[in-house]
């Protein structure tokens, strides 16, 4: 349940970083410019650029977290081989910590050793279960379409409308799904939700203020 309630976040997350980055980059270019034609081209391009690297971003990361996790399971494995009484007297006291009676906690290490004792180390010790190692592939593919669904909107939003309604109808959308996206990430992790939505919504209308006003200034400069 927590995996899934991780991965969700994570995607909302991604989400949120699509609605705001595409946001800025297509008010800016709509600053500058009331060609429709310019706009798409500069939205599209944030959208592949921008999706591609949190992609490859997360590839990377969550490789390295893998390639972690393996090197402590095989050392772990390694450890068990050369000294197994000792592994086991370091799972008791791992158990015995965590509120167990050292008679108890003895019991209970003998019991997990006996069934597989690798992953009761892997578990008790590490924190990681031996079955469910990150996925780098699962990771940069949840990124890539959680930053595409987040930044389809903007694009949608300053390309459809007329001119004179491009930036409004934009802003009210965006500003509208960062709400959304602040609900949900914060019921999702247990924060404030007031707060999280101020923060995100704060933050999108200061990134889509500052590109509007540098793309008005060039437009206009040129």
Known sequence: MSTRLNWLRAGVLGANDGIISTAGLVVGVAGATTSRSAILAAGVAGLLAGSLSMAAGEYVSVSSQRDSERAALEMERQELADDPEAELEELTDLLAARGLSRRLAREAAEQLTERDALRAHAGVELGINPDELANPWHAAFASL???????????????????????????????????????????????????????????????????YAVGTWMGTAA
């Open 145 to 211: 379409v959680a930053f595409t669904v987040g930044a389809v909107l903007p694009l949608l939003a300053i390309v459809l409308p007329g001119p004179s309604e491009r930036v409004p109808v934009t802003v009210v959308s965006v500003l509208a799904a960062l709400t959304l996206c602040g609900v949900i990430s914060a019921v999702l992790g247990g924060a404030p939700v007031l707060r999280a939505v101020t923060r995100n919504v704060a933050g999108g209308a200061l990134a889509m203020a500052v590109t």
